[in-house]
């Protein structure tokens, strides 16, 4: 199939040699797990426990709290020890529930049980994908069956399936196409009848060579699926840029994938959704990579929702050396973590862990008006001018730089040369002008 190249973009190390060789290995359960309320983007879901409650493994533990939400399950049997505020791998402390396990492991009634999927219609995919507490797991962690949900008059007809994971040091997802290839493939085959899609695009990487061949494999004699091996670039996989590159569609500045009949969902989504309707099994867990020169020995782990940081790290084998950052998430994208006592969410993809002399500081220098932001960002945005605005608290001049349309991959921070905090900068101009009261048209 044709493929295009997009705009801009930059050629990172990737490191994923650390991990990518390595198996998945599930963790053991852990003492205790802080399970978030706040699990997607969009209104954190409403606790219907409390403490002292006794929950089984796959019991729903909080409900969604709007349209543009996802219910909330018990990742294993025991007692809800708390409900409380938590250390956030995002920011400021988040209201969670706290279990602690019983060691049984035991599955609510009804759950992991294997129940037909032929002749479902759309309508219960994605009831059955919603009650699962389905999310994108790329990152973003979108709600699922609200994108399955496109507006009166918004016609699909791609599905891409993410499997690029272009984030350097990352390789959950990579993991994930060589050991459950063929879950994916039925999963996309569900979230395409779900929006009544025949074309089904599954994008990888060249990068990953055996997991090319592993979704060729498995989507092999099926109608409708094409395995498209994709140029190693940053951000190869975000959502705007892999459109283009598949499909050589362009989403308009401010608008969404279904403006162009496009949807695009990840790889570990669509095997979660394959796992809720095919088994009623909730998401509850998920692979994490946790790699980088700061532990000792990196690798793909699968973990329990609410797994605690130090709990990830010590299992495989503890910090190495002088360990001088934590990211949750990859090197470009992710937030560093000021507490290991921050636990994993739906969302969470990876632990970097960087040696002191890694890590690397932002000097905050002014702007040499080099350019090579303008030319890396992907986006075609004036990353340069918006960090001098924003920088100068002139939200409204970032606003009309066109601020909100950027992806906050880290493009521009890479390549500045004066080590400017330009994804700090935007984040901080983004969170002031959704503050900002609507001007009367």
Request: charged share 25%.
């Given at each position: 199939m044709k493929?295009?190249?997009?705009?801009?973009?930059?050629?990172?190390?990737?490191?994923k040699?650390?991990?990518?060789?390595?198996?998945?290995v599930e963790?053991?359960?852990?003492?205790?797990?802080?399970?978030?309320l706040?699990?997607?983007?969009?209104?954190?879901?409403?606790?219907?426990?409390?403490?002292?409650d006794?929950?089984k493994?796959?019991q729903?533990i909080?409900?969604?709290g709007g349209?543009?939400?996802?219910?909330?399950?018990?990742?294993t049997?025991?007692?809800?020890?708390?409900?409380e505020?938590?250390?956030f791998p995002?920011?400021?402390?988040?209201?969670?529930v706290v279990?602690?396990?019983?060691?049984?492991?035991?599955w609510?009634?009804?759950?992991?049980?294997?129940?037909?999927?032929?002749?479902?219609d759309?309508?219960?995919?994605?009831?059955?994908?919603?009650?699962?507490?389905?999310?994108?797991?790329?990152?973003?962690?979108?709600?699922?069956?609200?994108?399955?949900?496109?507006p009166?008059?918004?016609?699909i007809?791609?599905?891409?399936?993410n499997?690029?994971?272009?984030?350097?040091?990352?390789t959950?997802?990579?993991?994930?196409?060589?050991?459950?290839?063929r879950d994916?493939?039925?999963g996309?085959?569900l979230?395409?009848?779900?929006?009544?899609?025949?074309r089904?695009?599954?994008a990888?990487?060249k990068?990953?060579?055996?997991?090319?061949?592993?979704?060729?494999?498995?989507?092999?004699g099926?109608?409708g699926?094409?395995v498209?091996?994709?140029?190693?670039?940053?951000p190869?996989?975000?959502?705007?840029?892999?459109?283009?590159?598949?499909?050589?569609?362009?989403v308009?500045a401010?608008?969404?994938?279904?403006?162009?009949?496009?949807?695009?969902q990840?790889?570990?989504?669509?095997?979660?959704?394959?796992?809720?309707?095919?088994?009623?099994?909730?998401?509850?867990?998920?692979i994490?990579?946790?790699?980088?020169?700061?532990?000792?020995?990196?690798?793909n782990?699968?973990?329990?929702?609410?797994t605690?940081?130090?709990?990830?790290?010590?299992?495989?084998?503890?910090?190495?050396?002088?360990?001088?950052k934590?990211?949750?998430?990859?090197?470009?994208?992710?937030?560093?973590?000021p507490?290991?006592e921050?636990?994993?969410?739906?969302?969470?993809s990876?632990?970097?862990l960087?040696r002191?002399d890694?890590?690397?500081?932002?000097?905050?220098?002014?702007?040499i008006?080099?350019?090579?932001c303008?030319?890396?960002?992907?986006?075609r945005?004036n990353?340069?001018?918006i960090?001098?605005?924003?920088?100068?608290?002139?939200?409204?001049d970032?606003?009309?730089?066109?601020?909100?349309?950027?992806?906050?991959?880290g493009?521009c921070?890479y390549?500045?040369?004066?080590?400017r905090?330009m994804v700090?900068?935007?984040?901080?101009a983004?969170?002031?002008?959704r503050k900002?009261?609507?001007?009367a048209g």
């Open positions: 493929k295009w190249r997009f705009f801009g973009g930059i050629h990172p190390a990737y490191s040699e650390m991990s990518s060789g390595e198996a998945t963790m053991p359960m852990p003492g205790e797990l802080t399970v978030y706040s699990q997607n983007l969009g209104a954190p879901s409403k606790p219907i426990v409390k403490k002292g006794t929950v493994k796959g729903m909080a409900e969604a349209f543009v939400s996802a219910p909330v399950h018990a990742p049997s025991g007692t809800i020890k708390a409900v505020k938590r250390p995002l920011g400021d402390d988040m209201d969670a279990i602690e396990p019983d060691g049984l492991d035991e609510e009634e009804g759950r992991n049980v294997e129940r037909p999927i032929e002749g479902l759309a309508a219960a995919i994605k009831k059955l994908i919603h009650e699962g507490g389905i999310v994108g797991l790329g990152g973003a962690t979108f709600p699922t069956h609200v994108k399955l949900s496109p009166e008059g918004k016609k007809d791609l599905l891409i399936i499997g690029a994971e272009c984030e350097p040091y990352l959950a997802d990579h993991r994930l196409m060589l050991e459950r290839p994916i493939v039925e996309a085959w979230l395409a009848a779900a929006i009544g899609v025949e089904i695009v599954v990888v990487e990068n990953k060579p055996d997991a090319i061949a592993a979704m060729r494999e498995a989507v092999k099926r109608d699926y094409v498209a091996d994709m140029d190693v670039i940053y190869q996989g975000a959502e705007k840029q892999l459109i283009y590159a598949v499909s050589g569609r362009k308009p401010g608008g969404l994938p279904m403006d162009v009949g496009v949807l695009v990840n790889v570990g989504t669509a095997a979660a959704a394959f796992e809720a309707v095919r088994f009623n099994r909730p998401l509850i867990g998920r994490v990579t946790v790699t980088g020169s700061g532990v000792a020995r990196p690798g782990v699968l973990a329990r929702v609410g605690k940081f130090a709990d990830l790290i010590e299992f495989r084998g503890g910090c190495s050396g002088d360990t001088g934590v990211i949750n998430g990859g090197p470009m994208m992710g937030v560093a973590q507490s290991l921050a636990a994993m969410m739906k969302g969470t990876g632990l970097v960087l002191r890694e890590a690397g500081q932002y000097s905050g220098g002014p702007c008006r080099c350019g090579r303008v030319e890396a960002c992907p986006m945005l990353p340069s001018a960090s001098i605005f924003a920088e100068r608290l002139r939200f409204e970032a606003s009309e730089f066109n601020v909100m349309d950027c992806i906050e991959c493009c921070a390549v500045c040369p004066s080590r905090p700090h900068h935007f984040r901080r983004k969170a002031e002008m900002a009261p609507k001007k």
